[in-house]
C-alpha cells in the first residue's frame, strides 16, 4: 500500500486526486484495489481488508473485473460498493483521472475524468473522522498479480 503519513479532518474536508490505472487487475476475486479515504489506515488489519474501517470513501477494484466502483463509510451507514459504469482499461498509458472529494459537511463526491460519477448516490464519512489518503492492494489468497501504475497523486487536506 501506499499510504499519506498525514490524517485528515473530515470536517475541514479533504481531497484525494490520481491519474492511475491498473495494467494487471488479476484473475482472482480473492485480490482487491482501493483507492481513496480510510480511518486507521498505519494499521495493518486495515490494510488487510480496508471494509475494516469506520470510516472509508474509496475506488474500489475486484480483481478478476474490470468495473470500477466506489463507496462509502460514515461508521453508522456503509455503502456498498456501486459500480460506476466505467471501466479500467488496462492497455498502457489508459490512465484515468479520479477524484475524491470530502466535503466539510461529511459528503463524499467521486469524480471520473472531471466528471462526477454517481451523484445521486449518498456517499459520506462521519465529519469527526481522521481520514488518511491511501492506494492499497489487498488480498486473502491466490497467487494472483495486480500492477497499479500512479501516473500522479495529490492529496490535501487539513491536518489533525
Known sequence: SLRCSANFLASKGCTL????????????AALDVDWGFATLVDTASVRAD???AAG?????????????????????????PVDTTLDNV?????????KVI??????????????????????AVATTALLGGIVNIEKT???T???VR???????????
Open 102 to 123: 470530502v466535503r466539510p459537511s461529511g459528503t463524499v463526491e467521486f469524480w471520473i475524468n472531471n466528471a462526477r460519477v454517481l451523484s445521486s448516490t449518498t456517499y
Open 145 to 147: 498479480l495486480a500492477i
Open 50 to 52: 480496508l471494509d475494516t
Open 56 to 80: 472509508n470513501a474509496l475506488f474500489h477494484m475486484d480483481g478478476s473485473a474490470t468495473a470500477i466502483l466506489a463507496q462509502s463509510d460514515n461508521g453508522t451507514t456503509d455503502v456498498a
Open 90 to 98: 488496462t492497455t498502457a498509458l489508459a490512465y484515468k483521472n479520479f
Open 141 to 143: 489468497s491466490d497467487d
Open 150 to 160: 500512479i501516473k500522479r497523486l495529490r492529496i490535501c487536506g487539513a491536518a489533525d
Open 17 to 28: 486526486e490520481a491519474d492511475l490505472h491498473l495494467t494487471d487487475i488479476g484473475d482472482n
